[in-house]
């Protein structure tokens, strides 16, 4: 199961993710994602990986998805910092190939 939570303020929209980002759990991180866009204004949209149990390929994807679109991802634990920095580095590799 993966839990999103919505906190909005002033200037950002955080969707906070807890549990296990896997599939089919990792659509609804990208429905959860487009309706968080629709609804943005002038604010920024961050996502904060917390407590995360379990990430498969598919959680990965979506997650390399979202960087790769300019949403800033933040880690909280070892493990999830870990995952991140990896993704960050094929989010990058991914944009040299395209230029």
């Known amino acids: 199961m993966l839990k999103i939570s919505i906190v909005d303020s002033r200037t950002h929209r955080r969707l906070v993710l807890e549990g296990k980002l896997v599939a089919p759990w990792a659509d609804e991180l990208r429905l959860a994602w487009e309706r968080a866009?629709?609804?943005?204004?002038?604010?920024?949209?961050?996502?904060?990986?917390?407590n995360l149990i379990v990430i498969n390929q598919a959680g990965e994807n979506v997650l390399l998805e979202l960087m790769q679109e300019g949403v800033k991802v933040r880690g909280f634990g070892v493990f999830t910092r870990h995952i991140l920095k990896q993704l960050a580095r094929r989010a990058e590799g991914k944009a040299k190939e395209r230029k």
């Open 37 to 50: 866009k629709a609804e943005l204004g002038d604010r920024k949209l961050v996502v904060e990986v917390k």
